[in-house]
């Protein structure tokens, strides 16, 4: 097996089994892809070595003792990771295949499956992990900018965004015009944005970022 090019030196994969010998085969499977790999007997193990920010992805089992693998995937949607993660089970059905999808696996997998599958799994979730690392990236930009604002710029950022323009921010908040302008600009410099119309597409970004998981793929409409 050849290593895929988008696979850097940084990936780990971690793998999760109190079966020794199913950790050995996976050892032996991520040595010959030439990718670096930890194992853990628990998900309790893993968690409490776990440091944000790592490239690579998990396999895990699906039913172990203490934490299961779902549960080990929810505590780590919990603590935003950018981890994805690929569920083995050695007595699977359908209602855990789509309990593991709901719960964000990236694939849901027999243990009795073949090398193939597991290695293209292993690398869909490793593109996943690169895709969400820049989306959290991106995400964690927005909010120390936005973070920036005070909340006087903040207001003027939100009455712009509804479309109001200077005299009717300043009606609304009972300022002088000439300190409305000075607020906006002030908001502009600190978003590096241009036009109102990238003010806009600014805000609406960072919105979407809240009402959804930023750990999803989207295009970045910022700097088009």
Request: aromatic share 6%.
């Amino acid at each position: 097996m050849e290593q895929m090019t988008f696979i850097s030196e940084n990936d780990t994969v971690f793998i999760i089994d109190e079966d020794l010998v199913a950790c050995n085969s996976l050892s032996r499977l991520t040595d010959s892809m030439r990718i670096k790999h930890e194992c853990f007997a628990s998900s309790e193990e893993f968690l409490n070595s776990y440091m944000p920010g790592r490239a690579g992805c998990v396999v895990t089992d699906y039913r172990m003792i203490g934490m299961s693998g779902i549960e080990m995937l929810e505590e780590l949607t919990s603590r935003e990771s950018a981890l994805a993660v690929v569920m083995l089970t050695a007595n699977g059905s359908i209602q855990a295949a789509v309990k593991a999808i709901q719960s964000g696996a990236i694939a849901f997998l027999e243990k009795s499956c073949s090398e193939n599958e597991l290695w293209q799994a292993i690398k869909d979730a490793i593109k996943s992990n690169h895709s969400r690392l820049q989306k959290k990236y991106e995400w964690d930009l927005i909010r120390v900018t936005l973070s920036s604002l005070t909340d006087q710029e903040r207001t003027v950022l939100e009455l712009v965004v509804e479309g109001q323009g200077n005299k009717q921010i300043a009606h609304t908040l009972d300022l002088s015009l000439r300190t409305v302008e000075s607020r906006r600009q002030k908001v502009k410099k600190k978003l590096k944005v241009e036009s109102n119309a990238e003010l806009v597409r600014y805000y609406d970004y960072a919105c979407s970022f809240e009402k959804n998981s930023m750990l999803r793929p989207s295009k970045s409409p910022i700097h088009e």
